[in-house]
């Protein structure tokens, strides 16, 4: 019902910036919040962040608080993550969800593709 399509990823080196985007289309009016999770192989999928729609209130894993920012754009249905001082254990496979606002991946129901963010030392 919801269609999510993330952007952004790529190959930097460790202490770089870089902004990861989220289109979202389809029911997009039975979207609570908003959220960002990571996976490497092997490994679980990991909450980043979330947003909530209805006033923006925002939740951050330990391990990127204060470098990486949640933020949305009501008019355009995007959603953007902006990370900042990245270090080699932020490489993995991240993911747009929508759903509930939580830590909780099984809280979102629906997910986007994935995009690649590496970062080398």
């Known amino acids: 019902q919801v269609q999510l399509v993330e952007s952004g990823g790529g190959l930097v080196q460790a202490g770089d910036s870089l902004r990861l985007s989220c289109a979202a289309s389809?029911?997009?009016?039975?979207?609570?919040?908003m959220g960002w999770f990571r996976q490497v192989p092997g490994k679980a999928r990991e909450f980043v962040a979330a947003?909530?729609?209805?006033?923006?209130?925002?939740i951050y894993a330990d391990s990127v608080k204060g470098r990486f920012t949640i933020s949305r754009d009501r008019a355009k249905n995007t959603v953007a993550l902006q990370m900042m001082s990245l270090k080699p254990d932020d490489t993995a496979v991240y993911y747009c969800?929508?759903?509930?606002?939580?830590?909780?991946?099984?809280?979102?129901?629906?997910w986007g593709q994935g995009t690649q963010v590496t970062v080398s030392s």
């Open positions: 969800a929508g759903g509930r606002y939580s830590r909780n991946p099984a809280d979102y129901g629906s």
């Open positions: 389809g029911r997009t009016s039975s979207l609570y919040a």
């Open positions: 947003i909530r729609w209805s006033d923006d209130l925002t």
